[in-house]
């Protein structure tokens, strides 16, 4: 095909898609059934891994909940539990590959083969950069992305044999924009969200369009990990809000799900804006935590 040929082909792609969106506008979206898939959600002992956990549970799914934290992870199943719901608990370091395969075999051997993994755990350290410790950075790359990557790499072949699944990358807002006094967490946020539409690209480019991808990037939650959080605009999150959108996005297969959504134009304003009135608009949000500067790291 010329290149003539071709440009006529996207430009009519392209109306396409515009009119498709518009009648999207009016049509109720498909949504798809939870009941009795197998999912496994790491981090599940507290915060928003418990709460999808919660409601993973009201839909009649099977669970498999891993978490560092034991007790943490039996609360989480025994909440779930009293919603009528299967759940089996492995403790789980997910910093650390060998323990990863480890349990995910032994899911696959005597739970089954999971269909939505969901891959929440995260770590996060607020400190300027040099005050940060070399062991927090590799901490939070070990489990806020190579974790990720080793859990997807352990269940996802047998989602690629049936041509059916789902993977749910929890990230951050701070995978889209930066925020000082974060930069190891923003580095390895970026990370997750790059995975997340390389892996979107890649399963799609096999033909594999039988397994979805959805990645949550929310702003700040109030779940302790940051202390004394605030913003001049919008406001700091609740659990349960962040978890009703992820749900929304797993049910209705969206690959990307803002928290607020309105980021998604702040993504668009970021691209069009002269860096001049970007840096003031930031100065207008100006979002604030407690967090450790001028303390060089002792490595």
Not at 12 to 25: D, G, H, R, W
Not at 156 to 164: A, I, K, S
Not at 241 to 247: C, F, G, K, R, T
Request: overall charge neutral.
């Amino acid at each position: 095909m010329n290149l003539f040929l071709e440009l006529l082909l996207f430009l009519a792609t392209l109306l396409y898609s515009y009119l498709e969106a518009f009648v999207k506008l009016f049509v109720p979206v498909r949504r798809k059934s939870l009941g009795g898939e197998l999912v496994l959600i790491t981090g599940a002992g507290h915060g928003v891994g418990r709460a999808t956990a919660l409601e993973f549970a009201k839909h009649q799914s099977r669970l498999v909940l891993w978490d560092i934290n034991k007790h943490g992870v039996e609360e989480t199943a025994a909440e779930c539990q009293m919603l009528g719901a299967t759940v089996q608990t492995f403790v789980v370091d997910c910093s650390k590959r060998e323990e990863i395969y480890s349990a995910a075999d032994k899911v696959k051997k005597d739970i089954g083969d999971v269909t939505i993994l969901v891959n929440n755990v995260g770590v996060i350290t607020a400190a300027d950069f040099l005050s940060t410790q070399d062991h927090q950075i590799e901490r939070m790359f070990e489990v806020n992305i190579l974790g990720h990557m080793w859990t997807t790499r352990a269940f996802l072949p047998v989602m690629m044999n049936n041509n059916y699944g789902h993977i749910v990358t929890v990230a951050s807002a701070a995978g889209h924009f930066v925020t000082p006094f974060m930069v190891a967490y923003c580095s390895s946020k970026f990370a997750a969200v790059g995975f997340h539409k390389a892996l979107t690209e890649e399963l799609c480019a096999l033909g594999k369009n039988g397994i979805k991808t959805t990645c949550l990037c929310p702003v700040f939650i109030n779940t302790g990990f940051v202390k004394n959080p605030s913003t001049r605009l919008g406001k700091i999150l609740e659990i349960e809000e962040v978890v009703q959108a992820l749900m929304e996005g797993i049910v209705t297969n969206q690959k990307m799900v803002f928290v607020p959504s309105n980021q998604s134009i702040a993504l668009l304003l970021e691209r069009v804006f002269p860096e001049r009135a970007l840096n003031l608009l930031k100065k207008m949000s100006e979002v604030k935590f407690d967090a450790v500067i001028g303390q060089r790291s002792a490595q």
